[in-house]
């Protein structure tokens, strides 16, 4: 098995982080994964606000109950006149794009030994009044990252999957 599908497998969600700092070279590391997460016409819409101070995690707690006591979360967002628009029915590729770079942060916090847990239960109007965002930014995720308690555990629901013939059209 590739050093790649090992990882995946390993990660799971984590509710339980010890409060220890993260280090400025772990998310330096990160941040670096970020800016090569792949994006629709490479426009790199993707804007992230890295939360870390007392003051910053007591907002996120303002507008989510789920930060699970990580001392670092990213808010992942889209600057909506940098996505890429489709011609045929002028969707755009915002939402997407900040998906794949939250999946790269992801992935990442992993491979560095760190926990994460993908947030979308957040009051996205109060997140951004709290974070000053401008009306072009939209918030699409928020990250916890930072170590695992001790005895941390992926859930239940971790290890269920739908069985290969049921996602196959």
Same mark, same amino acid.
């Given at each position: 098995?590739?050093?790649?599908?090992?990882?995946?497998?390993?990660?799971?969600?984590?509710?339980?982080?010890?409060?220890?700092?993260?280090?400025?070279?772990?998310?330096?590391?990160?941040?670096?994964?970020?800016?090569?997460?792949?994006?629709?016409?490479?426009?790199?819409?993707?804007?992230?606000?890295?939360?870390?101070?007392?003051?910053?995690?007591?907002?996120?707690?303002?507008?989510?109950?789920?930060?699970?006591?990580?001392?670092? /979360?990213?808010? #992942?967002? *889209? !600057?909506?006149?940098? &996505?890429?628009?489709?011609? $045929?029915?002028?969707?755009?590729?915002?939402?997407?794009?900040?998906?794949?770079?939250?999946?790269?942060?992801?992935?990442?916090?992993?491979?560095?030994?760190?926990?994460?847990?993908?947030?979308?239960?957040?009051?996205?109007?109060?997140?951004?009044?709290?974070?000053?965002?401008?009306?072009?930014?939209?918030?699409?995720? /928020?990250?916890? #990252?930072? *170590? !695992?308690?001790?005895? &941390?555990?992926?859930?239940? $629901?971790?290890?269920?999957?739908?069985?290969?013939?049921?996602?196959?059209?």
């Amino acid at each position: 098995m590739s050093d790649f599908a090992q990882l995946a497998k390993r990660r799971y969600s984590l509710r339980a982080f010890k409060p220890d700092a993260v280090p400025q070279e772990m998310i330096d590391a990160l941040l670096e994964m970020a800016l090569v997460a792949p994006t629709a016409h490479n426009n790199q819409p993707q804007r992230i606000k890295v939360l870390r101070s007392t003051q910053e995690l007591t907002l996120v707690d303002e507008f989510t109950p789920c930060r699970f006591g990580a001392p670092l /979360v990213f808010v #992942v967002c *889209f !600057a909506r006149t940098a &996505a890429w628009r489709r011609s $045929f029915d002028g969707a755009h590729s915002g939402v997407v794009d900040a998906s794949i770079v939250t999946t790269h942060l992801m992935l990442a916090a992993a491979d560095l030994g760190l926990g994460s847990v993908w947030v979308m239960y957040f009051d996205p109007a109060k997140a951004a009044e709290l974070l000053g965002l401008s009306e072009n930014l939209e918030p699409v995720a /928020v990250l916890p #990252v930072g *170590f !695992a308690q001790d005895d &941390a555990r992926p859930s239940e $629901f971790h290890a269920r999957s739908l069985a290969l013939s049921d996602i196959l059209l």
